[in-house]
């Protein structure tokens, strides 16, 4: 019982904290909208050699990749900078300037990606 009446108290003093923050609730969308940058970044696959080597040419369908991606700033950013893209070894200097190695004219230039900026 003891146990019970902490957690009914725990839950209460949430509630509170979640009303007197400002709580707005869950609404699902973060830099990529409903994906999360980890799970967008695994679309960027055959962008790998690209973002391993600055010189790499990268494929047409890395470059197809990057353009829809690329459209949001935000997501390109947060993907860069994902669990997915750390743990896979690629470099984040490396891999931001993929879209001027695509020649994409709508690239975001001068977007500030944490410590790095887009070239």
Known sequence: MEGQSKFVFLMAFLVLMGFF??????NGAGECGK????????K????????????????????????????N?????????????????IKVENGLTIPQRCNLNDRPV???CGPYTLP
């Open 21 to 26: 923050t400002g709580f707005n609730g869950v």
């Open 35 to 42: 994906s999360s940058p980890d799970s967008e970044a695994f």
């Open 73 to 89: 700033p935000d997501c390109l950013c947060a993907i860069m900078l994902s669990k997915t893209a750390s743990n896979s070894g």
């Open 110 to 112: 001068g977007y500030k």
């Open 44 to 71: 960027l696959l055959p962008c790998a050699s690209a973002a391993f080597d600055a010189k790499a040419t990268p494929s047409k369908q890395c470059c197809a990749q990057v353009q829809k991606i690329g459209l």
